[in-house]
């Protein structure tokens, strides 16, 4: 009653492979294309908030160098709530030269660790 049915094969003409081929071209380029830019936003973008964090770092070495002499917290505290303002910055520590934490503030609620750069 029911027999096999044969698989029957539709032969594509040369213009719907050469589309084909055309599109699979264009999408590959387009991809490409996405992820080069992709990455070289990603690097610029990396490089601008290591200058930023550079200079806020310079301005906070600058502005706490008598806080830190006398080690007084009061000073300190305001200055790290003056550049926890900022938009870019998460959390600052400020150490003495025995690395001892004179002052630190986070706008997280949660206890982050500290990234310590050593020069």
């Given at each position: 009653?029911?027999g096999?049915?044969?698989?029957?094969?539709?032969?594509?003409?040369?213009?719907?492979?050469?589309?084909?081929?055309?599109?699979?071209?264009?999408?590959?380029?387009?991809?490409?294309?996405?992820?080069?830019?992709?990455?070289?936003?990603?690097?610029?973008?990396?490089?601008?908030?290591?200058?930023?964090?550079?200079?806020?770092?310079?301005?906070?070495?600058?502005?706490?160098?008598y806080?830190?002499?006398?080690?007084?917290?009061?000073?300190?505290?305001?200055?790290?709530?003056?550049?926890?303002?900022?938009?870019?910055?998460?959390a600052?520590?400020?150490?003495?030269?025995?690395?001892?934490?004179?002052?630190?503030?986070?706008?997280?609620?949660?206890?982050?660790?500290?990234?310590?750069?050593?020069?």
């Open positions: 009653m029911f096999k049915r044969k698989k029957q094969r539709v032969a594509l003409g040369l213009q719907p492979k050469f589309m084909t081929y055309i599109v699979c071209i264009i999408v590959l380029t387009s991809a490409l294309f996405a992820g080069h830019h992709i990455h070289k936003l990603d690097t610029i973008l990396t490089r601008e908030l290591e200058e930023k964090g550079q200079i806020i770092a310079n301005s906070l070495t600058y502005n706490t160098k806080g830190v002499m006398t080690q007084n917290t009061k000073i300190l505290n305001k200055l790290l709530a003056w550049i926890i303002q900022e938009e870019d910055v998460g600052a520590v400020i150490y003495d030269v025995d690395g001892v934490v004179l002052a630190k503030k986070s706008r997280f609620k949660q206890n982050i660790p500290i990234l310590v750069i050593k020069k």
